[in-house]
């Protein structure tokens, strides 16, 4: 029996990537190639410096526009499974922007440089959710219950008024990982 195989939801060809410095170029990335598809797990594994974050900050738009980076990201949105795929290097910022954080997230690996540590974990959660749904304030704060819950923080509702600081390197993870789990 034949099965067929659904579209990868991430192809990146060829991708290379390079940095310009006042003494030389530095190339942080040489012509890497993988696909994810829909429910895998792909692990980027490699020595320190090998370009692991690079290839990663690539995906999602966020490298410095001084990088000079080549091949082909192809995102395969799984909202509109029948559409071709989107080469994300093809991009201008502002439309990249839209699926970041929309519909293509990334937990990084130390969460106290991602939140803010003068709003809540409930507040930050609650913003990310009006940034990308139309809802009201009060069904954006409903949500982030659920997925404080979802990703099994301690008393959900509690959560919502604590600060990044007061919370463990776990906790703090969890709520990374909420928000990622809006897109």
Do not use: W
Not at 69 to 95: C, M, W, Y
Not at 99 to 113: A, C, D, H, N
């Amino acid at each position: 029996m034949h099965e067929t195989m659904s579209n990868p939801i991430l192809d990146v060809r060829h991708l290379s990537i390079e940095f310009a410095t006042k003494a030389e170029v530095v190339r942080a990335v040489k012509d890497v190639s993988f696909t994810l598809a829909p429910g895998e797990t792909v692990g980027i594994v490699g020595e320190s410096g090998s370009g692991k974050s690079v290839t990663s900050l690539a995906v999602m738009g966020l490298l410095p526009l001084t990088a000079k980076v080549t091949g082909e990201i192809l995102f395969h949105n799984p909202r509109t499974p029948n559409a071709n795929p989107v080469n994300l290097l093809a991009l201008s910022p502002d439309k990249r922007r839209t699926y970041r954080g929309g519909v293509i997230s990334m937990v990084f690996q130390e969460p106290l440089t991602s939140l803010n540590p003068v709003y809540s974990c409930g507040e930050q959660v609650v913003e990310a959710i009006l940034l990308h749904n139309e809802v009201s304030r009060k069904e954006a704060y409903r949500r982030a219950i659920a997925l404080f819950d979802e990703v099994k923080l301690p008393d959900p509702r509690e959560m919502m008024n604590r600060y990044p600081h007061q919370l463990s390197g776990g906790q703090q993870q969890r709520v990374m990982i909420a928000i990622a789990l809006l897109s």
